[in-house]
């Protein structure tokens, strides 16, 4: 279950040729990069199930939820079954006497004809949302990349970056936390939105040595989101690049 992380593509042609030799279900966790592409084939039709986020923050976004895609029938049809209480599709459901057949285990995931109008109106124009956080990157880069201390993460070609999250890394945990506080203190919300699972409380039960991860590790250490979003203007931009070199001149 490979993620295409902040908008930007994983590897996932050579990940599908892989789950393919050995038989291995592929799902996609696309819910940060709708519309993103490699070449001219989107995320979301290399694996057997895609699944696609629409929380507050997402390129679409109908406050929260999100949507699953397949284009096997089985798959489909057992989706169908666990979003709706393990119970078969019954035609007008709350306007029929017929009784209903629950067939397994399932629950309540259906999304409201309300929260869908809003995503499907923003579907509407996607590509104009997309090219909006394509130029506010673009500007961010130009700003940035003067600054030897900042890595941007770019997009390989034949690549479709659609910066769900734009996201920097830093020398050292140490000066990432720092930048943090400092952008905070003016106003400027950056975020860190994923640290190592293996880390947390729960799931150090499954006794994952620290260290093993070493790439996970490090990496989470020093990346850093800023800000971004599709009216992000320029001025903002300036705002937030220039509190970030202001801090690195500091130290």
Not at 13 to 36: P, Q, V
Not at 77 to 86: C, F, M
Not at 88 to 112: A, D
Request: aromatic share 8%.
């Amino acid at each position: 279950m490979p993620t295409h992380y902040a908008g930007l593509p994983c590897k996932i042609d050579e990940i599908r040729r892989i789950s393919k030799k050995n038989k291995i279900t592929l799902i996609e966790d696309a819910a940060e990069s709708i519309g993103s592409k490699i070449n001219k084939q989107k995320v979301g039709t290399f694996g057997e199930v895609a699944i696609f986020s629409f929380a507050g923050n997402k390129i679409l976004t109908s406050g929260e939820g999100g949507a699953v895609v397949t284009d096997s029938k089985e798959k489909f049809e057992k989706l169908k079954l666990i979003r709706s209480h393990g119970r078969k599709t019954i035609k007008n459901y709350f306007s029929n006497i017929q009784t209903p057949q629950y067939v397994e285990l399932g629950y309540n995931w259906r999304m409201s004809s309300i929260t869908a109008a809003l995503c499907l109106s923003q579907l509407n124009k996607i590509e104009k949302l997309i090219n909006l956080r394509r130029q506010n990157a673009k500007y961010y880069q130009k700003k940035l990349a003067k600054i030897e201390r900042i890595k941007i993460h770019t997009e390989p070609k034949g690549y479709k970056h659609v910066y769900q999250l734009f996201s920097i890394q830093l020398p050292s945990k140490r000066i990432r936390d720092g930048m943090s506080r400092f952008l905070a203190k003016k106003g400027i919300m950056s975020k860190v939105f994923f640290e190592p699972i293996h880390l947390t409380k729960h799931f150090s039960n499954y006794k994952i040595k620290q260290k093993k991860l070493k790439v996970t590790e490090t990496v989470s250490e020093r990346i850093l989101s800023l800000p971004m979003y599709p009216e992000l203007t320029k001025e903002e931009i300036n705002e937030i690049t220039g509190s970030i070199s202001e801090f690195l001149e500091k130290l």
